[in-house]
């Protein structure tokens, strides 16, 4: 067992920009505050840091709104990593402007380039044995074909399976804790999707805890959800809440704010 999917030694993160206030959103409950995300954000990179990881703060991109969730922009593996083609059209250029951070870190980038495919980091799960890709308005079926093509001679195996209607990307529905196990939404897991793997279920009316990250030693988990953080302490996990108050806002969580990995050179 490698625990590849959850211990790393790096994380890449961008700092929120003032643009921040037109970034992308499925329902407007209003802009958010900029002063307040980016206090939420330098408790997520000091909560990274704890870890005794390296966390490579990268500038605010003004031209790209949603440019602080870097997660979207690459798919960050054992044997290098995979630049993406992202769906939404205001965030394609994220992509490259992430390439050359990688190549800096990594012996070798590869990239989604078929003008037909593509695919959000959102919708990547990378667990221990397999890569799970969840088709949505971000993620089409040629995408996913593509990363499997690209991964194949890394021993990658890549599965698609498919994001619940009217929710973003997979991973705003689940998140690994361990080698084995998931914490899911149940409509997610009702698909079936998980079998083979220990679930732990989100509370009822705290489905927007799904989206955690399971870094090193830590859990980190929206702040606000109170009877999920408590599942995840009676199963022996070490939590901390971070204020996502202003990323909600932009469907955005735990996952989206950092690009986890252990670069090989
Ligand atoms: C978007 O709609 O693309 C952003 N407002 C939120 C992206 C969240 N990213 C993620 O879940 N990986």
């Known amino acids: 067992m490698s625990d590849r999917s959850y211990r790393f030694s790096h994380a890449i993160t961008r700092?929120?920009?003032?643009?921040?206030?037109?970034?992308?959103?499925?329902?407007?409950?209003?802009?958010?505050?900029?002063?307040?995300?980016?206090?939420?954000?330098?408790?997520?990179?000091?909560?990274?840091?704890?870890?005794g990881a390296t966390v490579i703060e990268l500038e605010p991109l003004e031209a790209y709104p949603d440019s602080v969730f870097v997660e979207d922009t690459a798919?960050?593996?054992?044997?290098?990593?995979?630049?993406?083609?992202?769906?939404?059209?205001?965030?394609?250029?994220e992509a490259a402007e992430m390439a050359p951070h990688l190549e800096a870190l990594y012996g070798?980038?590869?990239?989604?380039?078929?003008?037909?495919?593509?695919?959000?980091g959102g919708d990547i799960l990378m667990t221990e044995s397999e890569i799970l890709v969840g088709r949505s308005a971000r993620t089409n079926a040629v995408g996913i074909a593509e990363l499997a093509r690209l991964t194949a001679d890394w021993g990658e195996v890549v599965r698609e399976v498919h994001t619940p209607p009217g929710v973003l990307h997979f991973k705003t529905d689940c998140s690994l804790l361990d080698a084995e196990t998931i914490l899911s939404t149940v409509r997610l897991s009702s698909s079936g999707c998980f079998k083979g793997y220990r679930l732990i279920d989100v509370a009822e009316g705290e489905e927007a805890a799904a989206n955690t990250i399971r870094f090193n030693?830590?859990?980190?988990?929206?702040?606000g959800f109170p009877r999920t953080r408590?599942?995840?302490?009676?199963?022996?996990?070490?939590v901390r809440e971070i204020g996502n108050s202003e990323c909600a806002k932009l469907d955005g969580g735990m996952s989206c704010l950092s690009l986890r990995f252990t670069p090989k050179a």
Request: glycine share 8%.
């Open 230 to 238: 408590d599942r995840l302490l009676a199963a022996g996990y070490t």
């Open 15 to 51: 700092k929120p920009s003032a643009s921040i206030v037109a970034g992308l959103r499925a329902v407007d409950t209003g802009a958010p505050d900029l002063q307040l995300m980016l206090a939420h954000h330098a408790a997520y990179v000091a909560t990274l840091r704890d870890t």
């Open 217 to 223: 030693d830590l859990v980190l988990m929206p702040a």
């Open 108 to 120: 070798e980038v590869r990239r989604i380039s078929g003008t037909d495919s593509f695919i959000e």
């Open 75 to 93: 798919l960050c593996l054992p044997k290098g990593a995979v630049v993406m083609r992202p769906g939404a059209p205001s965030r394609l250029g």
